[in-house]
């Protein structure tokens, strides 16, 4: 029987009145179009996106619904929601966007893909995420809401309490007094590690990790992502990051479908910590879905279904890949050269 599916990325299909940032509309597009092929050759399932008229759709693998309004976009939404048998939403954390589109969604009767509300509503206050995880003993950045005239002995890093990307991240120098901004802000420590990040597809009570990845980040104080490179340098990195991410993710019951993590590996495995939950898919399923052996959309698809699943096996092969998943080469990297720590917030 086919099974109708309707993908919602927040950057391109038509929800942005304002221009964003347009790295958050590259990687939304990436995201998009590798989703779209992955569902698109599953003989069983039928798929429908929408896309701003302003958007080129390129290579889509399919007829976008076109969106010129916010009462078009608002029409198609509840209507698709309704009539598809699953959302796959995808929607940066911004003033909490992603948990109002899924709860749109099961309000109107509609089946999300992934994600039970309770851990896409909690993932997305990242405050109420280390405050979740340090309840349930998982190590997690630490953090706190700023304190307008506090300073601190060591730097600091203020980022949004509801955020995406690097978007509003800032760095504060010893005996600065925190400001407040903008933005609902939050004060976090800087940590010694290895940026890294493991997508997960959970489903039907298993977690499976994809291969886990190694981020690149700008050196600005703004930890801008610039992409990444699989699998991680090292010995023993991958079997830590992915344990971690494992239990953080184990830690929400209902979890489902695709959930990105992404954490600092430190000197020690006593030194790993949490940074945050994506509950949705990440950049890097751009990049995954290029090495695995199967499917990706299919083997969460059978997750969701409590089928077995037939598990990805990956090249050793390393690659480089750039903030949209395409495979590249960063100026000066060694894919040899051991890993070195970096300042991570």
């Keep these: 029987m086919t099974r109708r599916i309707f993908i919602y990325e927040e950057t391109c299909g038509g929800g ?4 964003l940032p347009l790295q958050l509309r590259g990687e939304g597009m990436a995201m998009l179009r590798a989703l779209c092929e992955d569902f698109t050759e599953l003989a069983d399932v039928e798929l429908i996106t929408t896309l701003d008229k302003r958007m080129d759709p390129g290579d889509l693998p399919l007829e976008p619904v076109p ?14 929601a309704v009539q598809c048998d699953l959302s796959l939403i995808l929607a940066p954390e911004l003033g909490g966007k992603l948990a109002e ?40 950045l630490p953090c706190r809401e700023l304190e307008p005239g506090r300073s601190s002995r060591g730097t600091v890093v203020l980022k949004p309490r509801f955020g995406a990307g690097s978007l509003e991240i800032s760095t504060l120098a010893p005996g600065r007094p925190e400001q407040a901004g903008r933005e609902e802000l939050i004060v976090t420590p800087l940590l010694e590690g290895i940026a ?15 291969q886990p990845c190694r981020q690149r980040l700008t050196d600005d104080g703004r930890f801008g992502y610039l992409g990444g490179s699989v699998p991680l340098p090292g010995t023993g990195l991958a079997e830590r990051a992915i344990g971690l991410s494992i239990d953080a993710i184990a830690s929400f019951p209902n979890a489902r479908g695709f959930i990105g993590v992404d954490l600092v590996l430190g000197e020690n495995a006593g030194d790993d910590r949490i940074i945050e939950i994506n509950p ?16 990706l959309a299919r083997l969460s698809l059978d997750l969701l279904d409590r089928r077995e699943p037939e598990l990805p096996q990956w090249p050793a092969e390393p690659e480089l890949f750039d ?17 070195d720590m970096e300042r991570v917030s």
């Design 323 to 339: 903030s949209e998943g395409n495979a590249g080469e960063w100026p000066g990297a060694r894919m040899d050269a051991a890993p």
């Design 101 to 140: 589109l899924s709860r749109r969604v099961t309000s109107l009767g509609g089946r999300l893909h992934g994600g039970d509300i309770e851990l896409i509503e909690t993932a997305s206050d990242k405050l109420r995420l280390y405050r979740h995880l340090e309840a349930t003993g998982i190590p997690a």
């Design 196 to 210: 890294a990040s493991v997508l997960c597809i959970a489903g039907g009570g298993a977690i499976i990790p994809l």
């Design 67 to 80: 969106i010129a309004s916010p009462g078009e976009l608002a029409e198609s939404f509840d209507r698709l």
């Design 16 to 19: 942005c009145e304002d221009p």
């Design 280 to 295: 949705r898919p990440t950049t890097s399923y751009c990049a995954l879905r290029r090495r695995s052996s199967v499917n």
